[in-house]
């Protein structure tokens, strides 16, 4: 059993190590090359500011270069670069950061060919006298005249080698065609990839930290140095096809599985000599467990005797408290239904008082044709509150039950002359904006009326202290179709809580507060949807009720759904 458990420690460790290993390069990797692209991205601007600078375009244009050298060093030192060189139209070196180079022909240079060829700043990677590579950002430097020179400047990437260096990687960049052009190992530039590890030998710092690995415990190695085992991250750089190359020594993973091992060992050691030790106090400890196990049963049944009394005590003061809110919730919805029914039925009645007056005085003066006619008013009036407490029980439930297609006009006329008892107490301009063709909806015709009677109803309340009261009703038909009924009173003050139960803004007796809270369930059983806004250029509030559009071919037999 021991044996197997430092078998599967050390294959775990093992395998841990390695994995932290190469996290680790892989992270190094990706720091190297966020790096390098920095240095290019912020070399890269530079040939582009300078070829703007007038100092030089001057410099060029007179052939006058007594102070251009001066400059670019300055510039130099300002933003860090490698170096600056100003060439001629003609490829000669008229200004430079080192002086050694001045009267130098580069005609025959690619990154001179290549600038005055292009008016974009051109990336250029050349041999360099030195051995290595020499990265070069070109740009021509232009007037109206024409092309005067070129501004060149040299990025220092050496530097980022010699920081790479510090550490015990060997790190190569290659370019599109595989060509090793940075490396901390100065053998490996300019050889294909493959060539620098078979026949340069491997870095002095892996040489030193590298160690074969035979022993069975490692995993199989990436790549091998000279017939060293390396660990190899590679990371594709975004830039003209390079790629870098990371090679990693194991850090000594053999090392610190055994030490891991070891103390391992000792641990199963302390181990075994604790389990003869509790064996022998085996038997005197059972009997002292089987006497505290009696004691805590004891205990135990106690506690639980009191937790089940304690649970049945707060189940009937649970089910005592179900009922009360239960009974509370009966009374709110008889409360609610019963102020349902007052406001809705308060409009018919106020209409059949005023017929009632009209055909009394109507049959004093002998004219009982025309108070027939009043009579049948009232009977219509009957008809409609018989059915608005039939529709009013919808308020609890979403749906209605005589869905057909309504013409928004005719409805709106039909509100109309319901409200007319209450339009002729005081002068109320009513304007309207309707269409010439039917605007058909498919709803319910009387609950769609009682909305539209409830946004009179409150249009004309919010005019009681209007001077020229005055209440607009427009339709419009476009992807839904939209009634808007406007006033002109103070507006309302607080929009979130207008579509709540039982909330009004008119005083005790006036109001029970649920007309609108019950036309916008009816409207949301539509399919639609009613809102309300202060008018932004003028006084007054903004009702908004939008329908969705009869559809002739799918909504003949089906009842729209109620919005959620």
């Known amino acids: ?72 060093i300055s510039a130099q030192k300002e933003i860090g670069v490698a170096s600056i060189r100003l060439l001629d139209a003609s490829g000669r070196t008229v200004a430079a950061t080192e002086r050694q180079l001045l009267g130098t022909n580069y005609v025959a240079a690619p990154y001179f060919v290549d600038a005055m060829r292009s008016r974009d700043t051109v990336f250029t990677v050349a041999p360099s006298e030195g051995g ?44 599109s065609t595989g060509m090793v052009i940075l490396s901390t ?24 930290a590298f160690q074969v690995s035979t022993d069975w415990a490692n995993n199989p190695a ?48 302390v181990l075994a000599a604790l389990v003869f030790y509790i064996m022998s106090r085996r038997a005197q400890r059972r009997s002292v467990a089987y006497m505290q196990e009696s004691a805590d049963l004891r205990a135990l049944n106690t506690r639980l005797t009191r937790e089940i009394a304690e649970r ?49 005085l109507l049959l004093d003066r002998g004219r009982a044709d025309e108070a027939l006619s009043s009579f049948q008013r009232i009977d219509d009036l009957v008809d409609r509150m018989g059915t608005i407490t039939r529709q009013l029980k919808s308020y609890a439930r979403k749906g209605g039950e005589a869905f057909e297609p309504v013409d928004l006009r005719a409805s709106l006329s039909s509100a109309l002359t319901m409200m007319e008892p209450q339009l002729r107490t005081r002068p109320v301009r009513i304007l309207r904006n309707l269409p010439r063709r039917a605007v058909m909806v498919y709803c319910d015709r009387i609950r769609l009326e009682q909305v539209l009677i409830n946004l009179l109803r409150n249009a004309i309340d919010a005019t009681k202290s209007t001077k020229d009261a005055r209440i607009e009703i427009g339709i419009e038909t476009g992807a839904q179709a939209v009634v808007t009924v406007r006033d002109n009173g103070p507006g309302v003050s607080d929009l979130d809580k207008l579509f709540e139960p039982f909330f009004t803004t008119k005083k005790p007796g006036e109001g029970t507060g649920l007309g609108l809270a019950i036309s916008s369930g009816i409207v949301a059983d539509f399919g639609g949807r009613l809102t ?19 559809d002739p071919g799918g909504s003949r037999l089906e009842k729209p759904l109620a919005a959620e």
Not at 185 to 208: F, M, T, Y
């Open 1 to 72: 059993m021991g044996g197997l458990l430092l078998w599967a420690t050390n294959d775990w460790l093992t395998e841990r190590s390695t994995e932290t290993t190469r996290v680790r390069a892989e992270l190094r990797a990706t720091l190297y090359s966020g790096q390098l692209q920095s240095e290019l991205q912020r070399n890269a601007v530079v040939p582009m500011m300078l070829a703007r600078d007038p100092a030089l375009i001057t410099a060029l244009a007179s052939q006058d270069f007594a102070f251009t050298s001066a400059r670019l």
């Open 312 to 360: 049945e005590r707060v189940q009937r003061e649970l089910r005592v408290a179900e009922q009360t809110v239960q009974q509370s919730s009966k009374l709110a919805a008889l409360g609610e239904m019963s102020a349902g029914v007052s406001h809705e039925l308060n409009q018919p009645l106020a209409a059949m008082k005023t017929y009632l007056a009209g055909a009394r």
């Open 132 to 175: 290595g590579f020499e990265f070069v950002y070109s740009r021509a430097i232009a007037d109206s005249s024409g092309t005067l020179g070129v501004i060149v400047v040299g990025a220092d990437l050496q530097q980022l080698e010699r920081n790479w260096a510090g550490i015990t990687d060997a790190v190569a960049v290659t370019d």
């Open 222 to 269: 990436d790549a091998y140095v000279k017939g060293r085992a390396v660990m190899q991250t590679e990371m594709r750089i975004p830039f003209r096809g390079w790629r870098m190359y990371n090679f990693t020594t194991y850090v000594s993973i053999r090392e610190r599985v055994n030490t891991v091992l070891a103390f391992e060992a000792m641990v199963l050691a």
């Open 532 to 550: 309300a806004h202060n008018a932004e250029d003028g006084s007054g509030a903004v009702f908004v009720l939008a329908l969705p559009l009869y």
């Open 185 to 208: 190992e100065a053998r490996w530039r300019s050889l294909q990839l493959e060539e620098a590890l078979s026949v340069r030998p491997a870095p002095s710092a892996i040489e030193r």
